[in-house]
Protein backbone atom coordinates (compact mmCIF):
# COMPACT_ATOMS: atom_id res chain seq x y z
CA UNK A 1 0.00 0.00 0.00
CA UNK A 2 1.45 3.48 -1.21
CA UNK A 3 2.13 6.10 1.66
CA UNK A 4 -0.63 8.96 1.77
CA UNK A 5 0.77 12.48 1.53
CA UNK A 6 -0.62 16.10 0.53
CA UNK A 7 -4.05 16.45 -0.27
CA UNK A 8 -4.45 12.98 -0.47
CA UNK A 9 -3.49 12.25 3.54
CA UNK A 10 -5.64 15.62 5.00
CA UNK A 11 -8.65 14.64 3.09
CA UNK A 12 -7.89 10.90 4.54
CA UNK A 13 -7.48 12.33 7.72
CA UNK A 14 -10.42 14.71 7.47
CA UNK A 15 -12.77 12.02 6.92
CA UNK A 16 -11.82 9.74 9.80
CA UNK A 17 -12.03 12.27 12.16
CA UNK A 18 -15.57 13.43 11.03
CA UNK A 19 -16.77 9.36 11.27
CA UNK A 20 -15.07 9.49 14.86
CA UNK A 21 -16.77 12.99 15.76
CA UNK A 22 -20.25 11.00 14.22
CA UNK A 23 -19.27 8.09 16.62
CA UNK A 24 -18.70 10.35 19.92
CA UNK A 25 -15.07 8.84 20.30
CA UNK A 26 -13.15 12.28 19.90
CA UNK A 27 -13.70 16.32 18.33
CA UNK A 28 -11.45 18.68 17.38
CA UNK A 29 -11.81 20.13 20.94
CA UNK A 30 -10.30 16.88 22.77
CA UNK A 31 -8.24 16.50 19.60
CA UNK A 32 -6.40 19.60 20.03
CA UNK A 33 -6.17 18.93 24.18
CA UNK A 34 -3.98 15.72 23.49
CA UNK A 35 -1.96 17.26 21.03
CA UNK A 36 -1.13 20.23 22.91
CA UNK A 37 -0.31 17.74 26.15
CA UNK A 38 1.92 15.64 23.67
CA UNK A 39 3.89 19.42 22.53
CA UNK A 40 4.13 20.33 26.16
CA UNK A 41 6.15 17.23 27.39
CA UNK A 42 9.95 17.30 27.51
CA UNK A 43 12.95 14.80 28.27
CA UNK A 44 13.60 17.12 31.20
CA UNK A 45 10.88 15.90 33.09
CA UNK A 46 11.90 12.28 32.89
CA UNK A 47 15.72 13.95 33.53
CA UNK A 48 14.22 15.26 36.81
CA UNK A 49 12.17 12.21 38.04
CA UNK A 50 15.79 10.15 37.54
CA UNK A 51 17.90 12.82 39.27
CA UNK A 52 15.24 12.69 42.22
CA UNK A 53 15.41 9.06 42.42
CA UNK A 54 18.97 9.29 42.95
CA UNK A 55 18.74 11.21 45.82
CA UNK A 56 15.47 9.79 47.04
CA UNK A 57 15.12 6.44 48.41
CA UNK A 58 11.25 7.23 49.03
CA UNK A 59 10.94 8.74 45.13
CA UNK A 60 12.67 6.26 43.59
CA UNK A 61 10.31 3.23 45.33
CA UNK A 62 7.17 5.37 44.16
CA UNK A 63 8.82 5.86 40.63
CA UNK A 64 9.44 2.21 39.89
CA UNK A 65 5.97 0.95 41.41
CA UNK A 66 3.46 4.11 39.82
CA UNK A 67 5.38 5.77 37.43
CA UNK A 68 2.63 8.45 36.43
CA UNK A 69 2.02 9.11 40.47
CA UNK A 70 5.61 9.80 40.30
CA UNK A 71 4.92 12.24 37.65
CA UNK A 72 2.40 13.82 38.97
CA UNK A 73 4.85 14.35 42.18
CA UNK A 74 6.91 16.39 39.63
CA UNK A 75 3.76 18.85 38.89
CA UNK A 76 2.91 16.40 35.35
CA UNK A 77 -0.53 15.43 35.76
CA UNK A 78 -2.22 13.71 32.72
CA UNK A 79 -5.47 11.82 33.60
CA UNK A 80 -6.37 9.48 30.48
CA UNK A 81 -2.30 8.92 29.95
CA UNK A 82 -2.31 5.05 30.11
CA UNK A 83 0.31 3.73 32.74
CA UNK A 84 3.83 4.58 32.67
CA UNK A 85 6.20 1.94 33.65
CA UNK A 86 9.74 2.35 34.97
CA UNK A 87 12.52 -0.42 34.78
CA UNK A 88 15.68 0.13 36.77
CA UNK A 89 19.04 -0.40 34.85
CA UNK A 90 21.54 -2.06 37.68
CA UNK A 91 25.16 -3.86 37.41
CA UNK A 92 22.90 -7.14 36.34
CA UNK A 93 20.71 -5.85 33.77
CA UNK A 94 20.58 -2.87 30.86
CA UNK A 95 16.78 -2.28 29.85
CA UNK A 96 16.70 -0.94 26.33
CA UNK A 97 12.87 0.07 25.20
CA UNK A 98 11.70 -0.24 21.26
CA UNK A 99 8.33 -0.15 19.87
CA UNK A 100 8.34 -2.75 17.92
CA UNK A 101 4.97 -2.16 15.85
CA UNK A 102 5.45 1.48 15.90
CA UNK A 103 6.62 4.03 18.01
CA UNK A 104 4.87 4.45 21.29
CA UNK A 105 6.14 6.39 23.47
CA UNK A 106 5.00 8.33 26.59
CA UNK A 107 5.12 12.02 24.40
CA UNK A 108 2.50 13.43 27.54
CA UNK A 109 5.75 13.20 29.79
CA UNK A 110 8.82 13.33 27.23
CA UNK A 111 7.46 14.83 24.26
CA UNK A 112 8.07 13.57 20.89
CA UNK A 113 10.79 9.98 20.44
CA UNK A 114 13.69 10.59 18.82
CA UNK A 115 13.35 9.99 15.05
CA UNK A 116 15.88 6.97 15.17
CA UNK A 117 13.65 5.73 17.79
CA UNK A 118 10.87 5.33 15.04
CA UNK A 119 12.68 3.96 12.60
CA UNK A 120 11.70 0.28 11.42
CA UNK A 121 16.35 -0.51 11.51
CA UNK A 122 15.91 0.25 15.38
CA UNK A 123 12.98 -1.23 16.35
CA UNK A 124 14.41 -4.82 14.21
CA UNK A 125 17.67 -4.44 15.42
CA UNK A 126 16.95 -3.57 18.75
CA UNK A 127 15.14 -6.72 19.31
CA UNK A 128 17.84 -9.23 17.03
CA UNK A 129 20.82 -7.55 18.21
CA UNK A 130 20.67 -4.77 20.97
CA UNK A 131 24.09 -5.17 22.57
CA UNK A 132 25.77 -5.13 19.06
CA UNK A 133 23.41 -1.58 18.34
CA UNK A 134 24.52 -0.20 21.49
CA UNK A 135 28.23 -1.24 21.07
CA UNK A 136 27.76 0.74 17.77
CA UNK A 137 26.56 3.69 19.49
CA UNK A 138 29.14 3.68 22.13
CA UNK A 139 27.67 2.16 24.63
CA UNK A 140 29.58 -0.93 25.74
CA UNK A 141 27.86 -2.83 28.38
CA UNK A 142 29.31 -5.68 30.13
CA UNK A 143 29.48 -9.09 29.32
CA UNK A 144 28.19 -10.00 32.71
CA UNK A 145 25.43 -7.51 32.54
CA UNK A 146 22.25 -8.64 30.80
CA UNK A 147 20.30 -6.65 27.94
CA UNK A 148 16.43 -7.10 27.90
CA UNK A 149 14.66 -5.42 25.37
CA UNK A 150 10.96 -4.56 26.16
CA UNK A 151 8.67 -3.38 24.12
CA UNK A 152 6.17 -0.13 24.61
CA UNK A 153 3.16 -0.69 23.39
CA UNK A 154 -0.58 1.54 23.25
CA UNK A 155 -2.14 0.51 26.36
CA UNK A 156 1.79 0.44 28.40
CA UNK A 157 4.66 3.04 28.24
CA UNK A 158 8.12 2.54 29.90
CA UNK A 159 10.91 4.57 30.75
CA UNK A 160 14.60 3.93 31.72
CA UNK A 161 16.10 4.89 35.32
CA UNK A 162 19.41 4.81 34.28
CA UNK A 163 22.63 4.28 36.69
CA UNK A 164 23.64 7.03 38.60
CA UNK A 165 27.11 7.35 37.51
CA UNK A 166 30.29 7.25 39.82
CA UNK A 167 31.74 10.72 40.85
CA UNK A 168 28.17 12.65 41.25
CA UNK A 169 28.03 12.28 44.83
CA UNK A 170 27.34 15.69 46.24
CA UNK A 171 25.28 16.71 43.20
CA UNK A 172 22.56 18.91 42.95
CA UNK A 173 19.04 17.84 41.58
CA UNK A 174 19.68 19.94 39.09
CA UNK A 175 23.17 19.14 38.18
CA UNK A 176 22.08 15.54 38.12
CA UNK A 177 19.37 16.15 35.78
CA UNK A 178 21.51 18.30 33.56
CA UNK A 179 23.35 14.92 32.56
CA UNK A 180 20.36 12.67 32.01
CA UNK A 181 19.84 12.75 27.95
CA UNK A 182 16.86 11.37 26.61
CA UNK A 183 18.49 8.48 24.90
CA UNK A 184 19.05 7.09 28.68
CA UNK A 185 15.56 7.32 29.42
CA UNK A 186 14.99 4.88 26.98
CA UNK A 187 18.11 2.95 27.72
CA UNK A 188 20.36 3.77 24.48
CA UNK A 189 22.69 5.97 26.69
CA UNK A 190 24.71 4.40 29.39
CA UNK A 191 25.35 7.57 31.30
CA UNK A 192 29.16 6.14 30.94
CA UNK A 193 31.01 8.43 33.99
CA UNK A 194 33.75 9.15 31.32
CA UNK A 195 31.42 11.12 29.21
CA UNK A 196 30.42 13.18 32.25
CA UNK A 197 31.30 16.58 33.48
CA UNK A 198 29.92 18.43 36.09
CA UNK A 199 27.62 20.97 34.98
CA UNK A 200 27.96 24.48 36.97
CA UNK A 201 25.63 25.24 39.98
Do not use: F
Not at 81 to 92: F, M, R, S
Not at 130 to 146: K, M, Y
Not at 188 to 200: G, N, Q, T, Y
Amino acid sequence: MSLLTGRDRDSVLARVLAKLEAQGILNEALLQERMAVADSGTPRNGALMVARAWLDEDYKALLLRDGRAAAEAIGVHVPWAPPLGVLENTDHVHYLLVCTLCSCYPRWLLGYPRDWYKSSTYRARAVREPRALLAEWGQRIADSTVVRVVDSTADYRWMVLPQRPAGTDGWTLEQLADIVTADALVGADALHEAALRKPSA
